[in-house]
């Protein structure tokens, strides 16, 4: 048997008359469970993909502005953080955003957030084989299209076969693939200082755009590295002392990485000369090259950026299926989706959810030019969405409590919610009309699978709304 649920999670599941998650063996989400410095792992494993190896090479062609984006980004990220340590605090709940929204606004929206997070989930992790590709390629060489997208599915599938064996097998592999990617960024941002020259620099607005625009697009952009900062919320279930270490390892894996990326930013863009950094599909390889010399020096650090995608691809991959599993708990995704196998692994989100990045990844090589960037402005859309539904419902929560509470807190509390709020919406405009109009037809196709999902159960009319029929019910049948 598994570890009894959270006081919440049983209540609500009680409220909303939800069955249990369907299972082959064992009740429950049971099995090892993730101390501080995994958790914290696991948001810096998230963030830290292979995003930030090809991010520098993106941001070349906007200009220097992209860094006083990064800082910008940075204190939005923080709030964020900060807001779902709170959150998670007061709903230690798998599922993060999604049950932070359905607490806060309904089922219905709960339901949106969920999906809006799991096309994030499977986009972003066809952004991060898309620049997991171009540094595998540093050594294989294989620069067709069929060769460059079999190398990316290979990438997508061995996490895949990771998660199946369970959350043992995850946390131990993120651990290590977390310390052997961390110590070369740390090493490109520091020692790169020491060998800049202000000549590589690009231009402060290099794109031409308006500063708005340019600003904007860099956001859009940037964010997508921060991606997976609410990683922990999301198996809440699966760390020890939810209500203390969720917060903890947000704050701590947001830090880590800002320092980590501001540095290393900075030492790309001053090694490597602007119109080649444009280009590159290896830029931290190029940067240590120019370093030293040679190509030993870009050798290792292509293996550290593969170690480091194969680390994110892991982490993602495990999101990917924890999100429809706390959904379909509450009778919101499809039942299947709640079935965990003997091991503790909900296998059809993995197998569903690394499907569909597959056919994302073939989309980026054979439907579109710019695929890397298309994938990234697509995923921080949908990435912006659950952000700013947990933000609000942080918001609401605190201005509609009726207690008594602390003015300074309050305050505090106000003004990090309200900045986390409208750091979402900047991020929504940052994506751009095209990634924000294919998002919102992505949204609009979860519609439907709702209304299905709910007519497959019988039930009719929000859940909310059928519980207080029947207490109601109750009520009279016992005044009769």
């Not at 340590?85 to 089922?107: M, T, V």
């Not at 990771?162 to 960024?185: C, D, E, H, R, Y």
């Amino acid at each position: 048997m598994g570890e009894p649920k959270a006081g919440w999670e049983a209540a609500e599941l009680t409220k909303a008359g939800a069955q249990e998650p369907e299972r082959e063996a064992v009740e429950g989400v049971g099995g090892p469970k993730l101390g501080l410095p995994a958790a914290t792992a696991l948001v810096v494993g998230n963030i830290v993909g292979t995003g930030i190896f090809l991010l520098p090479a993106s941001l070349a062609g906007i200009g220097t502005i992209s860094i006083l984006v990064f800082g910008l980004v940075t204190i939005g990220a923080l709030a964020l953080a900060i807001v779902f340590g709170k959150l998670g605090a007061r709903i230690p709940a798998s599922g993060g955003p999604y049950a932070y929204a359905r607490d806060a606004f309904g089922e219905f929206l709960g339901f949106w957030t969920a999906w809006s997070f799991w096309l994030t989930a499977w986009i972003g992790n066809a952004a991060i084989s898309f620049a997991w590709v171009g540094y595998v390629n540093y050594f294989l060489k294989w620069d067709s299209t069929a060769g460059k997208l079999l190398i990316g599915l290979v990438g997508l599938w061995i996490p895949a076969l990771i998660n199946l064996s369970g959350v043992k097998n995850i946390g131990a592999f993120q651990m290590v693939t977390t310390v052997l990617k961390f110590v070369p960024l740390i090493f490109v941002g520091i020692v790169g200082l020491f060998f800049i020259s202000a000549g590589n620099f690009p231009a402060f607005n290099a794109g031409g755009d308006s500063f708005l625009g340019a600003l904007s697009l860099a956001a859009g952009l940037i964010l997508f590295a921060y991606s997976g900062m609410e990683s922990v919320t999301i198996v809440a279930e699966r760390v020890k002392d939810p209500e203390r270490n969720i917060g903890k390892a947000s704050v701590f894996g947001v830090l880590a990485c800002a320092a980590m990326y501001m540095l290393a930013t900075v030492a790309v863009f001053g090694t490597v000369p602007a119109d080649r950094l444009a280009s590159s599909t290896a830029p931290f390889a190029d940067a240590i090259n120019n370093m030293f010399g040679g190509s030993l020096g870009g050798g290792l650090m292509a293996a550290c950026a593969v170690v480091s995608g194969i680390g994110a691809l892991n982490g993602w991959t495990m999101l990917v299926a924890e999100m429809p599993m706390a959904a379909a708990r509450d009778g919101m995704f499809p039942r299947a989706f709640g079935r965990l196998s003997r091991r503790d692994a909900p296998i059809v989100g993995i197998i569903v959810g690394t499907i569909l990045t597959s056919l994302m990844l073939a989309y980026a090589y054979l439907g579109s030019e710019s695929g890397f960037d298309t994938i990234l402005l697509l995923a921080s859309f949908t990435t912006a969405i659950p952000y700013f539904f947990s933000a609000g419902a942080q918001l609401f929560w605190l201005v509609t409590g009726g207690r008594e509470v602390n003015k300074a807190r309050m305050a505090r509390d106000l003004a990090l919610a309200t900045l986390a709020l409208l750091f979402g919406a900047w991020i929504v405009y940052g994506s751009g009309e095209s990634a924000v109009m294919l998002g919102v037809l992505m949204m609009l196709v979860g519609v439907p699978v709702y209304i299905w999902t709910k007519a497959r159960r019988g039930e009719y009319g929000p859940m909310e709304r059928r519980a207080a029929a029947a207490r109601a019910t109750r009520s009279l049948g016992g005044t009769s």
